[in-house]
């Protein structure tokens, strides 16, 4: 009797023993699923904000491209038209009577608008590149932060 009485209590002990393995289990699978499920929280998380970072950039490229060629544009236009006005000036009242010296003149003014806009356009790259420092700031902060 004594020896039943001892496997009864080594059993129950046992199945106390099960139960408690059997929670313990039960709570670890439950921590893991819970991290499992923070952490895919997580990893979305961090793709959204490194995809919304990666539209910022391409927002902040093409305002930047705007900006500079509406500047460039307007620079250009400027210049076109004071060079225009100053030929067409000095053909229209020269000091020269002939009229075969005012059209060679004209000639040599249509001629050098060509090379104008050329050294002009070279002249505006150099311009624009200075302007908008802080849209170049932005943008370089950021790529910055994509690293």
Not at 102 to 130: G, H, P
Request: hydrophobic share 50%; net charge neutral; aromatic share 8%.
């Amino acid at each position: 009797m004594a020896l039943q009485g001892a496997i009864l209590s080594a059993e129950t002990q046992h199945e106390k023993e099960i139960i408690s393995f059997d929670d313990q289990l039960a709570q670890l699978r439950f921590n893991l699923e819970s991290q499992i499920r923070i952490s895919d929280d997580t990893v979305a998380t961090a793709k959204r904000r490194a995809a919304d970072l990666e539209q910022s950039i391409l927002v902040a490229k093409s305002d930047l491209e705007k900006s500079e060629a509406l500047a460039k544009q307007v620079i250009q236009s400027i210049a076109m038209v004071v060079v225009i006005a100053l030929s067409v000036f000095s053909i229209w009242f020269p000091d020269f009577k002939s009229i075969y010296l005012q059209i060679a003149l004209a000639i040599i003014y249509a001629v050098s608008i060509k090379l104008v806009a050329k050294c002009l356009e070279n002249f505006t790259e150099r311009m624009v590149s200075f302007m908008f420092p802080s849209k170049r700031s932005f943008l370089q902060g950021l790529e910055q932060a994509r690293i």
